[in-house]
């Protein structure tokens, strides 16, 4: 197995004019140094980002409160060999088939603190290449996708921040700074679209999606593997794809996104109009 080797070129990832000349096939262009190289890059990216570079206001509230506790950090698995699964084909990476499994890739935090369901919970992730955003050191939302050999998608917008304990207050919800005057779901998509394009600097000529509400495996009311190992959906859970609707489908029409790729995902433009 190669082992990364940090001096790896940016040129080496996919989308840059002159990975071309690495003379593999597709899937195995992004082996083990050029997740290495990226895995670093992204993580250098979202550390120079602040949310006051992509925040976008909720229209609906007078100011954004306390935007100074709020950072955006890299969520990835911590061995970037984990990311060689990232660049696959569209239907791949939006396939259930994708999700981490935790106890054999823990997930960087950037010195922040996750807190899914619980203190120290930690989320899955349904794709790879993730941005958390970090309210007063706890990561409390997580935008997630992958980079595919015709572009990259977003699989995943979600609030990972604790549940309320039995007894506390539900105005307690409201101290995840989720609600302090900003889309938080725009916001992410917005940072990750943008960073996904500097890390890759040609990947704005290629497609970048936001998997639709239809697409999500976790609408399915159950799932089984097909003959070809991918899951299938077996019927739709009603509920869950109106609250994916709003999540996933409303926030990439509000950026702009067009329901145009073959496979229903939303595209989104390559200048975010924000």
Known sequence: MTEFNASQPLDALPGHPEYQRYPHRPKERFG???????????????????????????????????????????????????????????????????????????????????????????????????????????????????LAMDGAIITQIQDISRQLEPGESPRKRFSNG?????????????AWHDSMQNVTPTLGEQTILVQSARNN???????????????????????????????YDNVAQRLGGQLQHPLGDFVLPRQLPI
């Open 32 to 146: 083990i140094r050029e997740a290495g190289a990226f895995h670093k890059a992204f993580a250098a990216k979202i550390a120079d980002t602040t949310l006051q570079d992509h925040i976008i206001p909720d229209p609906n509230r007078s100011k954004v409160s306390h935007i100074e506790d709020y950072r955006l950090v890299a969520v990835m698995p911590r061995i970037a060999a984990y990311l060689v699964d990232s660049y696959a084909p569209m239907e791949d990476i939006s396939a259930s088939i994708n999700i981490i499994k935790l106890r054999e890739a823990p997930l960087t935090n950037g010195g922040a603190h996750f807190e899914y369901k619980q203190p120290d919970g930690q989320p899955y992730m349904d794709s790879r290449i993730g941005i958390g955003l970090a309210y007063r050191e706890r990561i409390v939302a997580l935008c997630a996708g992958g």
């Open 178 to 190: 989720l609600f302090n005057g900003f889309l938080w779901r725009d916001t992410l998509v917005a």
């Open 217 to 247: 495996p976790w609408i399915a009311q159950k799932s089984e593997p097909n003959e070809y190992g991918a899951t299938e959906i077996i019927g739709t859970d009603m509920q869950k794809l109106q609250n994916f609707q709003r999540g």
